[in-house]
């Protein structure tokens, strides 16, 4: 492999239950809520990339964002120089994809310690079709 993520962290989180009638529809509405992405990069060094993979909830009703979401912040070290299309399927497709996991594993630990039980979201996501469907 010609890049390597060398570090992750997370970057910000939220996961706000404002009060005991938020939390009550929060847990009754739990499944109208979808997962969406917004996935940001930014050079550090000539070789280095950050890339920052932020995890929202958003309501299937009114497309609405929770105050729930999770940025979990990769550093990327490429060993060579890529084409702009093949770095870009790097960042917005391969890097997520490796670092979902975490971000789900993190977002489902927050609802159990606040008392949401069997609380599941999608096992796996399909970075690349969420990158060809914004390129189109």
């Keep these: 492999m ?14 706000e239950i404002q009060d005991a ?10 499944k109208d809520f979808i ?9 550090l060094k000539e070789s280095i990339i950050e890339v920052d993979t932020t ?9 609405k964002s929770s105050p729930i979401s999770i940025c979990l912040s990769s550093v990327v070290n490429f060993e060579k120089k890529f084409e702009k299309e093949e770095l870009q399927k790097i960042i917005l497709i391969e890097v997520p994809q490796t ?22 979201f ?11 469907s914004r390129k189109s």
């Design 21 to 30: 009638k938020s939390y009550f529809l929060l847990e009754k509405n739990i």
């Design 35 to 43: 997962i969406n992405f917004e996935i940001k990069s930014k050079k």
């Design 122 to 132: 999608e096992q796996k996501v399909d970075f690349k079709k969420l990158y060809e």
């Design 99 to 120: 670092v979902y996991p975490e971000i789900r594993s993190t977002l489902i630990y927050l609802f159990d310690k606040c008392g949401f039980k069997n609380v599941n």
């Design 55 to 63: 995890l929202y909830l958003l309501s299937k009703k009114d497309n």
């Design 2 to 15: 010609a890049y390597k993520i060398v570090a992750k962290y997370i970057k910000d989180l939220s996961f």
